[in-house]
């Protein structure tokens, strides 16, 4: 059983090729603890984004071994995987009307599934619901279908003046963001979700180096906090990392 708060054993990518299958990594093992930042380098096509994908269980070509906690990867159901471990892609994807409504994304899904999983319980028993105190409410138990008690503004404008991104209204459409902007936001969006490991590609790519800092500064704090980060960086080291691990010709190093 796994010491770490995530190892991986034995893990594999081989993907389809015009020549046949091409393999990408094979047979690596990493490890990683709580509170640490890890520095994923390397050239560019050597698999650091199939690596982060395949961690996140989000990787069809990839195979091996994983441990959350000391427990394996299969007592997990995907969905309870990726609560606790976050994949943050190189191109942000903004659903939504208004950064707020980015943001809240995840408590909305939430929140919509246990609505499915209460009309499950309502067709089950209903007196047992009534025996738990349950109230219904909109169709949901305690909260609002776009999640804005799970999360309200206050907090959304707090992280985002963190990063600095005072600069955007939360009524403002996600389209009319740049891209670092973008970017940010779905950082915020991600560590709001507050993930035992965070998995980010590439995330202060499209920032300046003063905002880079304030990114690097924000993921310090998660890692003080007892959260794992592993980073996908082509920016010189930034004094934050605890190390860094180079994927080149297949193998970790």
């Not at 490890?31 to 961690?55: C, N, Q, R, W």
């Not at 507050?194 to 590609?201: C, V």
Request: net charge negative; aromatic share 4%.
């Amino acid at each position: 059983m796994s010491t770490y708060l995530f190892s991986a054993r034995d893990m594999t990518c081989t993907v389809p090729s015009q020549d046949g299958e091409r393999t990408i990594f094979q047979g690596l093992s990493f490890d990683i603890d709580a509170g640490e930042i890890v520095d994923l380098v390397g050239p560019s096509g050597a698999g650091k984004s199939s690596l982060l994908t395949a961690f996140a269980r989000l990787n069809p070509h990839a195979d091996g071994t994983m441990f959350l906690d000391g427990r394996p990867a299969t007592e997990f159901s995907p969905q309870q995987w990726r609560r606790r471990v976050a994949y943050l892609p190189q191109k942000p994807v903004l659903i939504g009307e208004n950064v707020a409504q980015v943001i809240r994304l995840p408590w909305t899904l939430a929140i919509r599934n246990d609505d499915d999983a209460e009309q499950d319980a309502n067709r089950l028993s209903d007196r047992r619901l009534q025996a738990h105190g349950k109230r219904r409410r909109s169709g949901i138990w305690g909260t609002t279908h776009n999640g804005v008690d799970m999360l309200p503004d206050a907090k959304i404008r707090a992280t985002l003046d963190a990063m600095g991104c005072d600069d955007i209204d939360l009524a403002r459409a996600p389209h009319d963001l740049s891209g670092g902007q973008a970017a940010r936001v779905s950082l915020a969006r991600t560590l709001l979700t507050d993930p035992s490991l965070l998995l980010a590609d590439e995330v202060d790519a499209g920032l300046d180096d003063a905002n880079a800092a304030k990114v690097a500064a924000i993921l310090s704090n998660a890692a003080a906090r007892g959260m794992a980060v592993i980073r996908i960086r082509h920016r010189p080291p930034d004094g934050v990392a605890t190390r860094t691990v180079t994927l080149d010709e297949g193998g970790l190093r």
